[in-house]
């Protein structure tokens, strides 16, 4: 039978996938130069919008981002309009 998780494991477990989550994140976002968010006619470094969405962001929205983002990049896909959306949702 399966044994149930103690509850430090359980949040040890999710502090990793925090700290995993996050370093994707800052990778990812690093790789551009400028993010241009169109509807509010603005621009953001991408290094910047990393650090800004790490700031705001639960751990599950952060999860539900790198999810879209991975998704995307498995589709061989841009992710720069998922990137727009997040920054657009900032401002």
Known sequence: MHQASSPEAINQFNDSHYYANKKILIFTLK?????????????????ELANWLLEVASPKELHELITLIKYAQMRNADI????????AGLL
């Open 31 to 47: 790789q551009f130069k400028y993010i241009k968010v169109p509807t509010k006619n603005y621009s953001i470094e991408g290094l």
């Open 80 to 87: 720069r309009p998922i990137l727009q959306t997040a920054a």
